[in-house]
């Protein structure tokens, strides 16, 4: 893993505006995001993690402090700039049902092809290589209306590969889906992080699956909070017991998951 940040946050405060009311979500927010890494996010449902998953790739605007960007205030890049530096994948079903495989990912040469999108060689290669690379060739041209939940979320993440981005931002990407393919695309991403070395961030809720694959955590505590640091030292810590509310729920590091405290 570089020692050089791809993604950094200076006390980082993030939320919404409406008018002249201004609602903070969290705030004083200092993490980092390196080449080769697998990092989750971990917290409470409406904690904020979508909200904070949004600022930091650029959709919405910071309500305080800093995002660098390769050691440059994210808001100095143009839109164009930020789609060939972050790919986002939400949680959203996607609704690209008449497409084939093949026409969703090249919706991620965008960035490269302009208006018109239309593809040459080089961008039908990278398309092609993005399938790939997701086990999804033998899928090229079907359309996205007929493949299982798992297999949409790999084409998904197969469009971001497209947008050839250094940092990839992933909101619940096994929300959907069955067991099996939750490891599955688990273990791709944690593959592509390290083989492509790309930033990889991911909200989930699904800790046991996601702590044998992660090289770090930013955890997001009942008391809206942030704690970063690598998934062994905030399992040997104590941190995760600081993510819920309630008390007798507590983090069993024999299982690496959670349960409900014996009385």
């Known amino acids: ?28 927010i200092n993490v980092s995001l390196y080449p080769g890494e697998l990092v989750c996010l971990l917290g409470a449902n409406g904690i904020g993690k979508s909200t904070l998953l949004r600022t930091i790739s650029g959709v919405q605007s910071p309500l305080n402090g800093v995002i660098e960007i390769n050691g440059r205030d994210l808001t100095t890049y143009s839109s164009k700039e930020l789609s060939k530096l972050i790919g986002i994948v939400y949680t959203d079903r996607t609704l690209a049902g008449a497409l084939t495989v093949e026409e969703l990912v090249s919706l991620g040469r965008q960035p490269y092809t302009g208006f018109f999108g239309r593809l040459d060689d080089d961008d039908r290669r990278v398309v092609a290589e993005a399938i790939e690379n997701v086990g999804m060739s033998h899928k090229t041209h079907d359309y996205v209306a007929t493949l299982s939940d798992g297999e949409r979320q790999k084409a998904m993440i197969a469009r971001a590969l497209a947008q050839e981005t250094p940092i990839i931002i992933l909101d619940e990407p096994t929300a959907f889906l069955d067991v099996a393919s939750r490891i599955e695309t688990m273990q791709l991403l944690r593959n592509l992080a390290q083989s492509q ?62 349960r409900v405290k014996d009385k």
């Open 1 to 28: 893993m570089s020692h050089q940040a791809m993604l950094s946050t200076n006390d980082l405060a993030v939320g919404y505006c409406n008018g002249k009311r201004i609602s903070t979500v969290l705030e004083h």
């Open 197 to 258: 070395q790309k930033a990889v961030l991911l909200s989930t809720h699904d800790v046991g699956l996601s702590l044998p694959l992660t090289d770090r955590l930013w955890l997001v505590t009942a008391h809206s909070t942030m704690i970063e640091g690598s998934t062994s030292q905030l399992i040997t810590d104590g941190s995760l017991n600081n993510l819920f509310p309630n008390r007798n729920v507590v983090f069993d590091s024999k299982v690496k998951d959670f």
